[in-house]
Nanobody
Framework: EVQLVESGGGLVQPGGSLRLSCVASGFTFRLETMAWVRQAPGKEREWVAYMHSDGGLIRYKDSVEGRFTISRDNAKNTLYLQLDSLKPEDTAVYYC??????????RGQGTQVTVSS
């Protein structure tokens, strides 16, 4: 069974930073393109960043380019998202996902990121 467990969210002031983690199991993580996806209240789910299995291709949503950094450790079956220079509009529940399953229902519970002063 595919499992994705996100962590690392929290409440942070504008301009602050967080590092999200996602531990994967139940599939061959090192062979999968993985993504971070977010959903804010009343808004559609949107991808934020994705990364090919070997890290050779990385893409970011325009609004987070230069502020967020996606990375992965295939030996630990873990996906990361470094969030810097956070803005109130980044407030959302963040999920990791297998890119092939996007925009389907996320498998994990997500981690809440709230940016507020």
């Amino acid at each position: 069974e595919v499992q994705l467990v996100e962590s690392g969210g929290g409440l942070v002031q504008p301009g602050g930073s967080l590092r999200l983690s996602c531990v994967a199991s139940g599939f061959t993580f090192r062979l999968e393109t993985m993504a971070w996806v977010r959903q804010a209240p009343g808004k559609e789910r949107e991808w934020v960043a994705y990364m090919h299995s070997d890290g050779g291709l990385i893409r970011y949503k325009d609004s987070v380019e230069g502020r967020f950094t996606i990375s992965r450790d295939n030996a630990k079956n873990t996906l990361y998202l470094q969030l810097d220079s956070l803005k109130p509009e980044d407030t959302a529940v963040y999920y990791c996902a297998r890119w092939q399953e996007y925009p389907g229902t996320p498998r994990g519970q997500g981690t809440q990121v709230t940016v507020s002063s």
